[in-house]
Nanobody, 122 residues
Framework: QLQASGGGSVQPGSSLTLSCVAS????????LGWFRQAPGKERKGVSC????????NYADSVKGRFTISRDNAKNTVYLEMHSLKPEDTAVYYC?????????????????WGQGTLVTVSS
């Protein structure tokens, strides 16, 4: 129901934009977010966005570099990533839920997409 794409292998300092399109559900009424899981580590919240674009939250590690946005007309949520670092290497997952997200790592969505791999390496 949630299909993420846009991952790839890039060099440090590069940019990538991840997309997550929903099918069978309408995202208008969901809080949306992105998580990531680095190799050998637990999954962590990266960013989340409320029902409108002006309500966004980010993990400290990505503030100022990542931007989350949503396009309800396209039933899609995006994660724009700049100044990528090797420590951003992870599988990125999109998610949707009906609860408020104050902190990405303290949010428990009900729907998950499959992951898309981002590798940052020189």
């Amino acid at each position: 129901q949630l299909q993420a794409s846009g991952g790839g292998s890039v060099q440090p300092g590069s940019s990538l934009t991840l997309s997550c399109v929903a099918s069978e559900i309408t995202l208008d009424y969901y809080t949306l977010g992105w998580f990531r899981q680095a190799p050998g580590k637990e999954r962590k919240g990266v960013s989340c966005i409320g029902l409108t674009d002006d309500i966004t939250n980010y993990a400290d590690s990505v503030k100022g570099r990542f931007t989350i946005s949503r396009d309800n007309a396209k039933n899609t949520v995006y994660l724009e990533m700049h100044s990528l670092k090797p420590e951003d290497t992870a599988v990125y997952y999109c998610a949707a839920g009906s609860t408020w997200c104050a902190q990405p790592d303290d949010w428990y969505p009900s729907r998950w997409g499959q992951g898309t791999l981002v590798t940052v390496s020189s």
